[in-house]
């Protein structure tokens, strides 16, 4: 009677506590219709994507008749005549364009200056991994130059404007040769640089920078920007120190100081609210329009507003005639087993339909493949972590920008449609101009996170937050219910031992014995962080190939895991229970993934989809052989085949062969240099692939190989 009573007067748990005991209870289940779920709502993205939309009211696009008219385009032929006059009398002087721009830009009574910078030495260099590894001619060591390149600035002073806030148009070329698409992309910047210095509404200034790309658009952009937002206060001129040899007798006359000095000084105009890059690439072959390709993706991951894009392709589309483009995955296009779902999500679609007539679910195959195709591009460049243009040098000081790529549907020695192109294009970038100045605070009423599926349609990130929360809640269950169970094995160790010292026994088999598992997190986490800064060291070998760099990474990473065990013991010598390091690898990966998702979303989007499976399959092989042969052959293949895919260069490969369609790659040689590539941009997923990635595989690989037997025959003898 007592017990009972005592049972009755035991307040019951709360229900989240046993809602959390019953999904412990049941987590093999609940992980398998978790990550089925993440993965059939990450598939049905494509079809939850709505289309854009303007959120600032102030931008009002085309409401303004544009000024740009075939006088403007008449000028920018005459300019990109005297570019070529000017290139063939200095018989091919790389120094004609800077000058023949700044002297048209003070014809038109903008204010010119010069900036002379060297060409970007990317390394690695840990202590320096998020620092800013821009050209700054101040940090060069002194000496003489003869590799450098010159950009040309004007700056037009807005009329009716304060000069705090300024809108920045950038137009790349090649200096050490100049192609008739670039040349066709400064004639363009100049006739809108000449519409806007005549412009009377503009409450912005104007920058046009024609960027020296002859060592990178990026490098180019990125040096002007770094001085623009550092200023240096020196008592002589950086250049004084840092000479660039020539510059001095082909930019100015030999008495020319006053000149010099007034071309030298670096100019600002206000803070900038918005940037556009644009130029002329290659012909078309095939196509009835002019095409305008956007890039948006800048560094780690970060996006412009949506309404700047919005209102680019509002104005290209709806105005000029212009077909807009965002890069794709082409081999998705074309594949079959895509196919296959969008038809199996559009008769989905339509019976949601008839349920529910709001619910707009039905897309059909051609605009499901597409957007997939889109969408998964979208989602690599983000994840990649390095921008896809110039305009991510913009985005790195909070500035919104866009590069835009015209693509010509004509032959460019055909005047009349070079004519109609160039007023066109002019009209867009005005058009664009005339929004932007139309702004009273920064870009903040649209999105900043979202993946693009078309360059009309998007997905917010409260949309694509859900695959990923899918995936990542089994997580802490699964660790609860192993732990859970190891603690069980553990009292019944306690209870059946009656000697020794009970702190050990508490260690060994009681409430602290995760510690043991902890250990062997932490080594393996310090060998990963050696393993990422070993590329420091290796880059500095000289004459080596890719796969050599590789190769010694490889053997280097090896033989300081195996120093490490033989110095504070291996998982299997260290009589870990394979749950408990499980659960430690799942606890890991948790926090892991929850960080990174803040830092760079899609790296952990993609991250997920491969980590999470393989370590939640994850089994000892031993264990294995108690199971009944197709359970047990099942489990064996997906451990195996998970396992692979999950090794940093197969992952590497599949990211590899579905951007570039090909699969054809050295996976050795080409891991190196795609590490090379991520380390030298700073990209955040460098540091997930070795801090997260790589210390999840190694300890997955650990579960597979677990002597379990042995612990449990221990447990028997004890």
């Keep these: 009677m007592a017990s009972s009573a005592n049972e009755e007067a035991k307040p019951k748990p709360r229900l989240i506590v046993r809602l959390g005991i019953f999904l412990a209870s049941h987590h093999i289940l609940f992980s398998a219709l978790c990550c089925t779920a993440g993965i059939i709502a990450l598939l049905f993205l494509p079809s939850l994507a709505k289309n854009t939309y303007l959120s600032e009211n102030a931008l009002i696009p085309g409401s303004a008749n544009t000024l740009f008219s075939t006088e403007d385009v008449l000028e920018a032929n005459r300019f990109a005549k005297g570019i070529e006059a000017a290139i063939e009398e200095s018989r091919g002087g790389r120094t004609e364009i800077p000058k023949f721009i700044a002297q048209q830009m003070k014809n038109l009574g903008a204010e010119v200056y010069y900036h002379e910078f060297l060409p970007d030495r990317k390394c690695f260099h840990p202590l320096k991994f998020f620092t800013s590894m821009t050209n700054n001619m101040a940090a060069k060591p002194n000496g003489t130059y003869t590799k450098f390149g010159i950009n040309t600035i004007g700056i037009i002073r807005a009329p009716r404007g304060d000069g705090k806030e300024a809108i920045v148009l950038v137009t790349p070329y090649n200096s050490q040769g100049v192609t008739p698409n670039e040349l066709l992309s400064l004639a363009l910047g100049f006739s809108v640089f000449s519409l806007l210095s005549r412009a009377a509404w503009l409450s912005k200034d104007i920058v046009w920078l024609s960027a020296d790309s002859q060592f990178g658009e990026y490098s180019a952009v990125s040096a002007w920007l770094n001085q623009y937002h550092n200023p240096m206060f020196l008592s002589h001129p950086v250049n004084l120190d840092t000479k660039m040899y020539g510059a001095n007798q082909i930019l100015y006359k030999p008495d020319g100081t006053t000149e010099k000095a007034e071309l030298m000084a670096f100019k600002r105009a206000g803070t900038m609210a918005a940037a556009l890059i644009f130029k002329v690439g290659e012909t078309r072959k095939y196509g009835d329009r002019d095409s305008v390709t956007m890039y948006a993706e800048a560094s780690n991951g970060q996006m412009p507003n949506l309404d700047l894009l919005n209102v680019v392709h509002y104005l290209a589309v709806h105005r000029q005639g212009f077909r807009v483009n965002v890069e794709t995955f082409s081999c998705l296009l074309s594949s079959s087993w895509l196919r296959v779902i969008a038809e199996v999500f559009q008769n989905l679609g339509s019976v949601l339909r008839k349920i529910n007539p ?119 269950i699964v660790a609860a219910a192993l732990a859970g169970g190891s603690k069980t094995k553990g009292k019944s160790v306690d209870e059946c031992k009656t000697k020794g010292n009970a702190d050990d026994l508490q260690i060994e088999g009681g409430s602290w014995k995760w510690l043991k598992s902890a250990k062997v997190l932490l080594v393996i986490q310090f060998w990963a962080v050696l393993v990422s800064l070993l590329p420091y060291y290796i880059s500095q070998i000289p004459g080596a190939m890719p796969i050599q ?147 999840c595989w190694l300890l997955c690989i650990h579960v597979l190989l677990h002597p379990c037997h042995q612990h449990e025959s221990k447990m028997k003898q004890e």
């Excluded at 709001?358 to 972590?385: C, F, H, I, R």
């Excluded at 000081?397 to 835009?404: G, H, I, K, N």
């Design 358 to 476: 709001e619910w707009k679910l039905d897309v059909t195959v051609p605009d499901y493949v597409e957007g997939t195709a889109n969408l998964a591009s979208s989602m690599y460049n983000q994840a990649l972590g390095v921008p896809t243009g110039s305009h991510g040098a913009f985005r790195d000081y909070q500035v919104d920008a866009v590069s835009l790529e015209f693509a010509a549907a004509f032959h460019l020695k055909n005047e009349n449609a070079k004519s109609s192109f160039l007023l066109r294009g002019g009209r867009l970038t005005e058009g664009v101009v005339r929004s932007v100045n139309n702004l009273l605070e920064k870009f903040h009423q649209s999105f900043f996170l979202y993946f693009l599926t078309a360059p009309s349609k998007f997905i917010s990130v409260g949309v694509y937050m859900i695959p990923f929360a899918l995936l990542l809640a089994p997580l802490p």
């Design 549 to 695: 760099y590789a190769v010694i990474w490889a053997v280097l990473s090896i033989a300081i895991l195996i120093v490490l065990y033989a110095m504070f013991g291996s998982p299997s010598r260290a009589g870990v229970e394979w749950k408990l390091v499980k659960a430690t690898m799942i606890t890991f990966i948790t926090i892991g993934m929850g960080l990174m998702s803040i830092i760079n979303f899609s790296t952990a989007q993609l991250g997920a989809l491969i980590l999470i499976p393989m370590c939640l399959v994850s089994r000892p092989l031993r264990a294995q052989l108690e199971m009944n042969f197709l359970p047990r052959t099942v489990l064996l293949a997906s451990n195996i085949l998970l396992t692979v895919l999950g090794f940093p260069p197969a992952a590497f490969l599949i990211m590899k062969g579905l951007s570039k369609g090909s699969w054809t790659v050295d996976i050795v040689g080409d891991f190196w240099l795609w590490m090379e590539f991520l380390w030298e941009w700073s990209s955040a997923t460098y540091l997930y692939v070795f801090l997260v990635h790589l210390p």
